[in-house]
């Protein structure tokens, strides 16, 4: 079965400084993985997703994403986050459907 | 714009009072999923339709039903809302099943049970 999993469950950063979300995945067949964002008391969003070809994947509000192969991972990052990225950030990995990981919660701080 | 709708955004609900959450779109999307979001956790789906062909998860209890009387709208019914039915719940659509089929929400609804 496919997992995905969140190793942190919330990451502090300061404004302006680099951020980096991890995800790991297990799978046994082909991976399609996703990046979904959600704003409190909001639905989800995506911000990006890998299907196949490059491996950097390049999404909205200035997010990318690297699916690496051999560590299993697709780590989201951004090089400059902004406090209207404060948000709960899902990894899913998708076979017949979506499963998403446990979320991190990223803090902007001032 | 095309998108799904949800109904109410916030419910407030009476222990074992039934209570229907209505979702709609105008994606025109073979699929409509119903997840449930408790407090920082993960969405876990319930179920989802594909056209009229209902497919129920293993683990999802018989209190909560579903209904899609056409393409554009899917109803979750939880027959007898206990206090742990208290969570977001998100309905989303998605154009096909199977691997990398993106999948589209709505703002999802906040069910309160009292």
């Known amino acids: 079965a496919q997992s995905v999993t969140q190793l942190d469950s919330q990451v502090p ?11 790991n995945y297990s799978s046994s067949v082909s991976v399609y993985l996703f990046w979904y964002v959600q704003y409190p008391n909001q639905g989800l969003q995506l911000l990006l997703k890998y299907l196949s070809g490059s491996t950097l994947v390049k999404g909205i509000n200035g997010f990318e994403a690297e699916f690496n192969k051999s560590q299993t991972s697709f780590h989201l990052r951004k090089p400059s986050v902004h406090i209207s990225d404060t948000a709960e950030y899902f990894c899913a990995v998708s076979d017949d459907k979506i499963i998403f990981g446990k979320g991190t919660r990223l803090h902007i701080l001032p | 714009d095309a998108m799904v709708i949800q109904n109410p955004r916030y419910q407030v609900t009476q222990f074992g009072k039934p209570v229907t959450l209505s979702c709609s779109q105008t994606l025109n999307h073979n699929v409509m999923y119903w997840y449930q979001q408790k407090s920082s956790q993960a969405p876990k789906l319930l179920f989802h339709y594909y056209d009229k ?56 609804t906040r069910l309160t049970v009292v």
């Open chain 2, 53 to 108: 062909d209902f497919n129920n998860e293993a683990d999802t209890p018989d209190n909560f039903q579903s209904r899609r009387p056409n393409t554009s709208f899917c109803f979750l019914d939880i027959r007898s809302p206990g206090l742990g039915d208290a969570a977001m719940y998100l309905c989303a659509t998605s154009r096909v099943t199977g691997g990398g089929t993106e999948a589209f929400f709505g703002q999802g």
């Open chain 1, 13 to 23: 950063v300061f404004e302006e400084a680099p951020v980096e979300l991890r995800c």
